[in-house]
């Protein structure tokens, strides 16, 4: 509460967990299940490691989780030299074409 103005806030207003009748410790969970994980976790498997019976809940908790995120990853820009352990990336390198007449496109 604000001693100047009495007005009553809590740990979850103004935050995406506002709103959300799961608990804090769910909300908590899940988001470091989705960190920690080397691929995508699904929500069914989220709603199996939290003991949670309703499937719809957890689904909109993942993508209000991964919209954040997203919006996150638009603050920095990476620069210099940069690590990255087991890692798995999807790019398309050049190819060198000895034995074809027509050359790759590049991208």
């Not at 995406?16 to 009748?21: D, L, N, V």
């Not at 490691?49 to 993942?62: C, D, G, K, T, V």
């Not at 820009?77 to 798995?88: A, N, P, Q, T, W």
């Amino acid at each position: 509460m604000c001693p100047s103005c009495n007005f009553r806030t809590t740990f979850r207003s103004g935050t995406i967990i506002h709103g959300s009748k799961l608990s804090i410790r769910k909300w908590y969970l899940a988001s470091a299940f989705m960190m920690m994980t080397k691929k995508e976790i699904s929500a069914n498997e989220v709603k199996r490691q939290l003991n949670h019976s309703r499937y719809e809940s957890i689904w909109r908790m993942m993508h209000k989780i991964r919209k954040v995120m997203g919006k996150r990853d638009g603050f920095y820009i990476l620069e210099d030299m940069v690590e990255f352990d087991e890692g798995y990336f999807t790019t398309r390198a050049p190819v060198e074409c000895l034995h074809w007449s027509i050359q790759p496109i590049v991208y």
